[in-house]
């Protein structure tokens, strides 16, 4: 029933062939922060060009903005964030370790592993006490409370700040949205499971605005449109499933939520990899109030104003490229081989090498017509080049991380300028000539 | 002989049209902070794409990579900044404003701004004391110092520390090259001029490690290419100029260094815009001693092990932004208008938007075929679509943001299927097939 737990396998994977590295590993790694190597940077690009497109770029009703990191505190004031955004924590003083007081059932006393934090003699608890999950730190030349400066928790809050200015600028009219790609941060106390739960990580968010009354139609098509967007992704769909937030599940300020939830297989089982919301008129009446600011929308065909309803959605950047590897993963017996191979089956798009190009052997000019071939795809596509090893090592590899096409030039090739192209789930080897090798690959990509 | 300043004029465009906006505005702003509107965020991205295809998708030799901002912070230690990195800083006791003790002659003292600090009977400066530049901040669960970390001042280090990772991973040979762009911070005490020195900012760094002994041969070929890529982009010949760093102006590791200055006009001058160094072994034989693992390459070929010497080219991303900018912005007198126009030259490739569509009057079916035009083209270009003024005055909306074409669809267009395509530079209107657009621009937008 439950997928199969393949996380370890894929830890090893991605570190093995450059997807993703624990950061600063060389000091012993720095605590659930990771790196992105040479694929894994190509992989989790592909994903976020995909969702600019879909969300920007395709779309005449949704602007893009790229808000900072380092925004005003009076916004995490405004938002909530300052008061709100805390988890409860317990010290140990024997230990030093700290701990979640709603979640020591699932901690582990660092001086006795086998006990949970308070169930052996030695353990001496603090009383729970709100502990901010923002990071925190000083900004500018002058030494006051006033310069204190959070590191972002959610990049929603950039967008709220600059409504006025992107509807102005871009005359835009309600309904319409705002959406970005960033980093943000939080000082989680429980973090882990690779990359999907990360002190430093990257969201993509879009916020639309509406008039007040249709803000529960727009959050059934949006909530639609996101699903789709995820399927469209190449997630099987029996591992995507809505989790609705039931009534004591909601933040305060919303009026609906649903999120995205991915089967991560094993333990860890479906998460939320996307939340949609309906945030009504929260966040820019929050806002208006902190900074006497009118963030009301003109609407002058009606002649009237009101503050607009907000519909979220906001989705994890480094989720979706776990919840891709994860999707894409296995293993497969080969006819004819005692050893089977692993297969990364990705979607076309998001693969971070599209075509491989091998010269059968180092000589007879095969290399040199590789690299024409090489040099000649490069502008349209990410291609890679390898004449070491067999063939059959060299499939394997691109396999592994999940390159669609393998193209190879063999003997025949610096005779009829013909090569062969094979597929990576079919298998299937195709002879196709060599110069109509690009329109061959657009045809396929897509 | 000198450029003028357009530098008032560029932040009021930026502002009006999307393409900048100060940081948490609402709120007064966040110092030296900008947020990236709809327009901005598109010729941001412009430009690094095209970066990332120059520098990593169009050659075997370098990689990418995109390492976090949180790195573990012995980092630092071995990078020099913890003890290095600092500005020597004096404040005063009774308007509470700090200052750069080597900069005093440039600051104004906030209670007698047409005075430098300490000129005035009632200021009272401390000594000068070392500041570090780096924000700290605090993560993870246990209070110790050992969990100070600081926000990256480069992106360099995170390329440095992945090395062996980047080499093994994806069995590169030395020379090659590791590329990443992303944010770093730097907690300047007089930062300022719009987008060119900011607090938070955006870095495309390149580490290329080659055999000690070829390095000077290395640095000239980088710097020669470096400098062809701003010409690439459109920036004029006569605004770029190499400054050599001399003797006692080299960094204490550097063998040798040029900036790439750019004229940003009026007082700014010449300013850097990239730098070119040649790094020796310095900072991978300190991560070496300070994480006591060896970060050597081992030559298989000519069996012999070594630390590699860097060349590193390090561009900030905003600054290219402001000089793509400062280098497009005209004023042009229009031929039988009183009134003249303000156009963006940015190079086609940059142009946030490539082509607007116009109807020319909002019946006769002219909006449907615009909006079925501008359908056809948006999964090949970014565009926009405008009906709204007269088309004159539309023209001058696309020319104040750089857009490269105005199609415009007119009452001959639904008889005979043509439109007219309006080019920004040269003003010629050319009548062209609507079903043949799509190649039209794909021509021109090289």
């Known amino acids: ?57 395709s779309r005449d009703d949704i602007e893009g903005l790229d808000a900072a990191i380092l925004m005003h505190p009076r916004t995490w004031e405004a938002s909530g964030h300052v008061a709100g955004f805390v988890d409860p924590l317990v010290d140990c ?5 700290r701990f979640r007081a709603d979640k020591l059932e699932d901690a582990k006393c660092p001086q006795k592993p086998s006990k949970q934090p308070g169930q052996h003699d030695a353990c001496a608890l603090t009383e729970a006490r709100q502990f901010n999950l923002m990071f925190k730190t000083h900004m500018g030349a002058l030494e006051e409370s006033a310069s204190i400066v959070y590191l972002r928790p959610e990049t929603a809050q950039g967008i709220f700040v600059n409504f006025l200015n992107v509807q102005q ?17 939080r000082n989680e106390i429980t973090p882990g499971n690779f990359i999907f739960r990360t002190r430093e990580f990257e969201q993509m968010e879009m916020q639309f605005f509406v008039e007040p009354g249709t803000d ?16 469209d992704l190449g997630l099987s769909r029996d591992r995507l499933q809505f989790h609705q937030h039931r009534a004591g599940e909601l933040a ?14 094993g333990t860890l089982g479906f998460q939320e990899i996307e939340g949609v919301h309906n945030r009504g008129d929260f966040d820019l ?29 906001s989705v994890g950047a480094d989720r979706v490229t776990l919840a891709a590897l994860v999707n894409a993963y296995r293993e497969e017996a080969v006819e ?63 396999d592994e991380v999940g390159t669609p096409f393998c193209i190879t030039v063999d003997p025949q090739s610096t005779t009829d300028q013909t090569v062969t192209v094979r597929d990576r789930d079919t298998l299937a080897q195709e002879r196709v000539a060599a110069g109509s090798l690009k329109a061959y690959l657009a045809a396929k990509l897509v």
Not at 216 to 231: D, G, I, S, V, Y
């Open 1 to 57: 029933m439950s997928n199969p737990d393949v996380m370890d396998k894929l830890v090893s994977l991605c570190k093995r062939r450059g997807f993703i590295f624990q950061s600063s590993e060389i000091y012993g790694g720095t605590g659930s922060v990771w790196d992105y190597g040479p694929l894994g940077v190509e992989l989790k690009k592909n994903i976020k060009d995909r969702w600019w497109h879909a969300m920007v770029r």
């Open 93 to 97: 003083k024997v230990c030093k370790g």
């Open 169 to 185: 600028s871009m005359r835009q009219k309600v309904p319409f949205g705002i959406a970005q790609i960033g980093k943000a941060f």
């Open 216 to 231: 529960m139609e727009w959050f059934e098509q949006w909530k639609a449109m996101r699903m789709q967007w995820h399927l």
């Open 252 to 265: 305060h300020y919303a009026r609906a939520a649903f999120d995205v939830t991915f089967d991560f297989g």
């Open 285 to 313: 009446t929050q806002h208006q109030q902190y900074s006497s600011k009118k963030l009301e929308y003109f609407d002058q065909v009606n002649n009237k104003r009101y503050v607009p309803y907000v519909i979220e959605t």
């Open 336 to 398: 004819g081989e005692t050893e089977g191979r692993v297969v990364l089956g990705l979607h076309h798009a998001l693969a971070p090498i599209k075509a491989a190009i091998f010269p059968l052997t180092k000589k007879d000019g095969q290399p040199e017509m590789a690299h024409a071939i090489l040099n000649d795809l490069r502008n349209s596509f990410t291609v890679d080049y390898d004449e070491t090893g067999s063939i059959g090592k060299r499939y394997r590899r691109q």
